[in-house]
């Protein structure tokens, strides 16, 4: 019992549950790069340890940690910062949307950053999980399929409420910090041995504080690493492409790239989850009509042009 109640605290708590009810992905799809997905390290260091009673910087409350590990009680550190969060986001419930999206929306590098998008297009992508047009078997599509309509109309109009701020910091550098994947976080942590490493053609995307990370809290976000020159070469192809690449991205997402009607905004966003979207879009793993319309625009883009799309866009304020 007392070893059972050890692993309890002691694990990530923003994906313990995950693991447990949906798989940590064990291959990458279809030969895509691995710094894009998030499969864990066969050898794992040490996980920091967790306390028994879990406190956010600048918040008044408190939880026990065997209260909210997992995916059916999330921790709502900033209550007065959202508003009334429905039931599938807050829980009581399994895969309660805020376990993963967080209460604010904005979610992790394995997951979506939902603050502020148009409803219409969060249950749209919810409906295309369901049917299979945009595969993701280890997570999403058991989710949708479990979920009522209503449940899905209620968290896309609470996420759609929520006002997006920056968390993610984009670093170009020539050299990262030498990382691993979490098996129970689900993304890179800086490894405890310490160093560096080239970062080559790759974004390493590490949180600011791994702790505060773990216990979910909104006010802590994410840095990602980009080769040098990448937000240059995003931004110029995101303007107006080149030979062969024509991108434009505002004629559908906005002049600030911050959405335009029901197409979702794309500045602000973690960049290993842009780049990974956008890989999907290109190998018909996320087929549904809007990808199928993105797959036309994106289908001539090279692994370093995505890098460098990614980091632009992930460097942009969120509105």
């Not at 693991?19 to 799809?29: C, E, F, G, L, Y």
């Not at 911050?258 to 966003?269: F, K, Q």
């Not at 009509?289 to 692994?303: G, Q, R």
């Amino acid at each position: 019992m007392r070893n059972a109640f050890r692993m309890l605290v002691c694990v990530s708590l923003s994906t313990a549950a995950v693991r447990a009810q949906n798989p940590v992905p064990s291959k990458i799809p279809n030969g895509l790069p691995e710094w894009a997905y998030n499969i864990p390290d066969k050898v794992q260091p040490p996980e920091p340890r967790v306390p028994a009673t879990v406190r956010a910087a600048g918040s008044s409350k408190e939880y026990e940690a065997a209260a909210i590990v997992g995916n059916a009680n999330p921790p709502d550190w900033f209550q007065d910062e959202h508003p009334p969060a429905p039931r599938s986001v807050k829980g009581p419930m399994p895969n309660a949307c805020g376990s993963c999206h967080l209460m604010s929306g904005q979610g992790h590098p394995e997951s979506a950053d939902l603050a502020g998008m148009p409803p219409e297009y969060i249950i749209r992508q919810m409906t295309y999980f369901k049917s299979g047009a945009r595969s993701e078997e280890t997570r999403m599509g058991p989710i949708a399929r479990a979920v009522s309509e209503e449940d899905v109309r209620e968290a896309a109009a609470y996420f759609a409420a929520i006002t997006p701020r920056p968390f993610v910091k984009v670093i170009e550098a020539a050299t990262a910090p030498k990382t691993y994947v979490s098996a129970d976080a689900r993304h890179r942590r800086i490894h405890p041995d310490g160093g560096t490493e080239p970062i080559g053609r790759r974004i390493i995307e590490i949180p600011e504080d791994p702790m505060r990370t773990t216990i979910r809290d909104p006010h802590s976000g994410f840095i990602a690493y980009v080769p040098p020159g990448s937000i240059a070469k995003g931004a110029a192809l995101a303007k107006a492409g080149d030979a062969g690449k024509t991108i434009q991205c505002a004629l559908c997402h906005g002049d600030a790239l911050t959405g335009l009607g029901e197409v979702p905004r794309i500045a602000g966003l973690q960049p290993v989850y842009i780049a990974r979207q956008l890989m999907t879009m290109q190998n018909g793993t996320s087929a549904g009509a809007n990808a199928a319309l993105m797959k036309k625009v994106v289908v001539n883009l090279s692994e370093d042009d995505i890098i460098a799309l990614s980091a632009y866009l992930g460097s942009l304020p969120p509105r």
